[in-house]
């Protein structure tokens, strides 16, 4: 699944969100309708039975955090396939050499507290040497009450990470933050596990650059993070 595709215009955001709404209803919305810069899993079995297990109450907190992981781990994944690469050749073990890829440096990772938190060990399963920042944001005065960064952010690419996308005003003020800081928005990939289409459309309006990874557009478990840290 290609994450640089063709730019689409969508110059009536209502029309996009109505859009949204109306085939996410009747969970058979159409993807030609969803802006190139937002990317959703493909609705393998595997997928859709990790989503169903996260959505089912009697889940155990145990197998919560255990599938949750793994569905993060491919959303994870798949936003890594957003980021830079170089062409590198190595020498296997059997003398032959082999052209393959690896990573530019100059990555990291910002975790939006609390609902990008449960994220994070996913993030070092998939990139164990990569840097993990943290933005903290009162919910209702949308204050940033405390921010660690890479000193050099502003030469990164940046995979934001919030596991839920119900609202999007956190997020907003997370990435006005970060451009603020020297960020280029097409620098910027925002990592969620589930999405409502409201908040996606409402975040691609005002930052047209940025790409953004789910693994579901529609309803949202709002407990996600506190299933997750057992404190539901």
Known sequence: MECIKEEKNYTNTSDVEEKFFRCTKSDKYKRDIIPNNIIELEKTNQVVELQTILRDRETTNSDFVFHADRLMRLVIEEGLNCLSYKEVIVKTPTGRYYKGLDFKKG?????????????????????????????????????????????????????????????????????????????????????????????????VKEFSHIRIITSDIGYVPFNFAQKYFGTD
Do not use: H, W
Request: aromatic share 4%.
């Open 107 to 203: 990555n990291c990772a910002i975790s939006l507290c609390r609902s990008g938190e449960c994220m994070e060990t996913a993030m070092r399963q998939c990139c164990r040497s990569m840097r993990i920042g943290t933005i903290l944001i009162s919910e209702k005065e949308q204050k940033v009450l405390y921010s660690s960064f890479p000193p050099d952010i502003q030469n990164r690419q940046v995979l934001l990470c919030s596991s839920i996308l119900g609202t999007c005003d956190t997020v907003i003020k997370a990435l006005k933050l970060l451009i603020q800081c020297g960020v280029k928005e097409s620098n910027i990939v925002l990592i969620s596990v589930f999405s409502t289409a409201k908040a996606l459309v409402e975040i």
